[in-house]
């Protein structure tokens, strides 16, 4: 009698997808593993070794140069070059969001199934903005990789790997969700250039804006559900881990709409709207 193998198992499943440095291989894998949701166990319980090699996570391409974001000069958009500047910026950014989803999956036991759910399903989201902006790139006759990037989304991600509370806190409901209010804006400019690349780019952000709404809400989700568990308050402990992990200052203006759409109470958003 043959014996039947064990279900592939999720947290297993999304260290070898963050630990994949090919960009095209990552977003496969991401997919992947999405489309064995309906078989896969989840281990919530169980220890993970992180690999021991410390480059290995996350899994990053040769390419693009990562340098300080004090070191990452801005182009105008109203150039060819600069355009495509911009546009790899933001898809430097969506490529460490599909690292940070998998990693918020693969690190961090102990919780509800509903989780790393819903942390698959921002992966695979996240692998999808990429995948449209690197498309969108590649048009104009680029790719990722072709300009230096900053690592300021993952270094906040590596920063919170010993609590998913501080996690929860700092990278969905604050890096996150400074997209939300930088978007509108740079739609807004896009329009003004004017070109079919352009206007193009605009039509990928409303998609990107659309979904992060729901990434942040999730991280606002998780957040205040950690925050119950410890018995804490939310609003004083923000203030309390944004200090302890040197969280940036927010910067207005804010996209008050997409923010309470992701969860931001009242009470949040006046703090953050006499802070920035």
């Known amino acids: 009698m043959t014996a039947l193998m064990p279900p592939p ?51 990053s391409p040769a390419r693009p140069e990562l340098r300080s974001h004090l070191d990452v000069h801005k182009r105008s958009p109203f150039t060819t070059e600069g355009l495509a500047a911009l546009l790899h910026a933001v898809t430097h950014i969506e490529f460490n969001a599909i690292n940070l989803a998998l990693d918020a999956i693969w690190r961090f036991g102990g919780m509800p199934h509903a989780y790393y759910l819903d942390w698959l399903k921002v992966a695979v989201e996240e692998a999808q903005h990429f995948s449209l902006l690197r498309a969108h790139l590649q048009t104009m006759g680029y790719d990722y990789g072709d300009f230096p990037a900053h690592t300021g989304l993952w270094d906040m991600t590596a920063k919170t790997s010993g609590d998913v509370l501080a996690r929860m806190a700092l990278v969905p409901r ?65 203030a309390l881990l944004a200090a302890q992990y040197g969280a940036p200052r927010v910067k207005g203006p804010l996209n008050l709409s997409a923010r309470r759409h992701a969860g931001f109470d009242a009470v949040e958003l006046e703090l953050l709207c006499l802070n920035c």
Not at 30 to 54: M, N
Not at 197 to 202: D, E, F, I, Q
Not at 218 to 238: D, S
Request: proline share 9%.
């Open 174 to 238: 604050t890096l996150e969700a400074r997209g939300l209010d930088a978007t509108p804006p740079m739609q807004a400019k896009l329009r003004k250039v004017g070109t079919p690349h352009a206007l193009r780019a605009v039509e990928i952000l409303e998609v990107i804006l659309r979904d992060e709404i729901g990434h942040v809400a999730i991280g606002n989700q998780w957040y205040r559900a950690l925050c119950a568990q410890r018995g804490l308050e939310p609003v004083a402990t923000y």
């Open 9 to 59: 198992e999720l947290r297993q499943l999304a260290l070898q997808a963050l630990m994949q440095p090919d960009p095209t291989q990552k977003v496969a894998l991401v997919r992947g593993v999405y489309g064995l949701s309906a078989i896969f166990s989840i281990a919530p319980d169980q220890h993970f070794q992180a690999p021991d090699t410390p480059d290995a996570l996350p899994g």
